[in-house]
């Protein structure tokens, strides 16, 4: 996402500063301004330096936008936050908008980011920067974000298992619903809200119109390649298949956000063809590493025969 949207402000004309530890990809943007710290331990860098706005992608706890608000407060002007649709506490619901319930940890002082923190956790960062800007944040909740350089390897799965023709293992859930963002997508939005000076809240997920796992499926090149088996044989050989939710819907609100919005704001989709063109040719560039291979063929046949 950062890259993305570093990519996106280099387009547009910005002067860019780049505030990281200088770990991973150090070479990138070498037109951009580098200042080396550790957003938990060591923000002297930003001790001086004005700027008209932050975008923050990777604030995970309170703590960290406590002490980034504390050293940037005075001289930045508007402050936008990624942060994530998990902070929604209801997904087994039919819709999700951006006024619905939040989740709410039992223990706020928790900094132990793990799959059941993680969205409460960024509820948290998301009222910290609330308290210190007074409304004036901006928020972007994306989904999952698809696209060259993900390191997840969620969307990017189905794109290049399709591409290859490999046998693959999938839910016979078909209708399940889908959604995700092309990251080019997500990152013209963010800086476009950020440019006007907009404020609010908003999730920002695609398409445009509602589609299903069946519907993914078929714009990656899936035919009679695509396995269906039932949820309980591939539970019973322990499979995590990317993307797919629970038979019993518990988790459909995930994929079912209403982005009205955002696309009032100006949020646009790409083709999803291009998203998976674009990802299947960065997977090639990389030198085709493997991916998920125990849910592959050597596992098809045993599933199947559950």
């Known amino acids: ?103 709410e940890l039992d223990d706020p002082t928790v ?3 793990n799959r059941e923190t993680y969205g409460g956790l960024k509820v948290l960062c998301e009222r910290e920067l609330a308290k210190a800007y007074g409304g004036e944040e901006l928020v972007i909740r994306p989904g999952i974000v698809a696209g060259p350089y993900d390191p997840t390897d969620r969307f990017t799965y189905w794109a290049v298992k399709g591409a290859e023709g490999t046998e693959t293992l999938c839910p016979n859930r078909l209708d399940q619903p ?5 990251v080019r997508d997500l990152a013209a939005f963010t800086v476009s809200l950020t440019e006007q000076g907009e404020s609010g809240y908003y999730s920002a997920v695609g398409p445009q119109l509602p589609i299903t796992l069946g519907h993914l499926t078929a714009v990656c090149g899936f035919g009679d390649n695509l396995k269906l088996a039932t949820e309980k044989a591939i539970q019973k050989a322990e499979l995590q298949i990317p993307l797919t939710l629970p038979g019993d819907k518990s988790y459909d609100g995930i994929f079912s956000m209403d982005t009205s919005k955002a696309q009032a704001k100006g949020l646009t989709f790409r083709p999803i063809k291009e998203t998976v063109e674009a990802t299947v040719a960065w997977w090639k560039d990389q030198g085709s590493r493997d991916l998920s291979t125990e849910i592959q063929s050597n596992l098809i046949k045993n599933v199947l025969c559950d």
């Open 1 to 103: 996402v950062g890259r993305a949207i570093v990519e996106r402000c280099l387009e547009n004309g910005h002067s860019v500063s780049l505030f990281h530890r200088g770990k991973t990809n150090p070479e990138l943007f070498p037109e951009c301004e580098h200042l080396i710290g550790d957003r938990r331990e060591d923000l002297s860098a930003l001790e001086s330096g004005e700027w008209d706005a932050v975008i923050d992608c990777c604030a995970y706890i309170p703590r960290e936008i406590t002490l980034a608000v504390a050293a940037l407060k005075d001289r930045v002007k508007k402050y936008t936050l990624i942060s994530t649709i998990s902070v929604f506490a209801d997904l087994a619901v039919d819709s999700i908008d951006d006024d619905d319930r939040l989740e």
């Open 111 to 113: 900094e132990e980011v």
């Open 178 to 182: 889908m959604q995700f963002i092309d």
